[in-house]
């Protein structure tokens, strides 16, 4: 299983030594959450900040924005140069335009499904996108509780994908802890963001190990 600790859930003041620890602690992905106060009600950080982020992180950038016209905001975070970018499929009209211009900016597109959104939308955009997250509590905070039904989500996903693109990632983000792990790799999810999980630690490197 791939770690993706949400800096959400970091010492805000210190940001720049807890994406260092998070680093050094054997994440795999440094996952930011972009709110902009509209698709979901809270306001994180933006380019200004993530670029310094990226800076420091000696991990890829995994950016999951949670906004209102993301085609703007994927041009404001391509000079961060993040491994992956997921935009809500709830918001997106011309999603398959999207994420055409995600891939041609040189970053891995990805699709995120709220957790009453049918993984039956998939279908016809599967096979142009590198990983799909499924949130597992709805967006717009850290430390909310996990939402149970998702693990049957995340298995109907795999099993799209096994038929439609095998080689594209799941993603899980919302409530992760080492209650729901074992399940969430049964169902088949490669990667886990963990927020209040990992930061919540009094240490991270164990933290990621027990998920890992
Ligand atoms: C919620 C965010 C998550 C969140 C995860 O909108 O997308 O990434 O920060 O935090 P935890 O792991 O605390 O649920
Ligand atoms: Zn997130």
Partial sequence: MLVAPSILSADFLNLGSEVSSICEAGCDYVHI?????????NLTIGPVVVEKVAAIASKPLDIHLMVKNATFFVDLFVPCNPEFISVHIEEEKHLH?????????GIRPSVVLNPHTSEDLLKYILPDIDMVLVMSVNPGFGGQKFILSMIEKVRNVKNII?????????????????????????????????????????????AISSLR
Wanted: overall charge neutral.
């Fill in 33 to 41: 959450d972009v709110m902009d106060g509209h698709f979901v009600p």
């Fill in 97 to 105: 335009r999207l994420i055409s211009y995600i891939r041609n900016q």
């Fill in 162 to 206: 096994l038929a439609k693109n095998p080689n594209c990632l799941i993603e899980v983000d919302g409530g992760v802890s080492d209650k729901n792990i074992a399940s969430l790799k049964q169902a088949g999810a490669d990667i886990v963001v963990a927020g209040s999980y990992v930061f919540g630690s009094s240490d991270y490197k164990k």
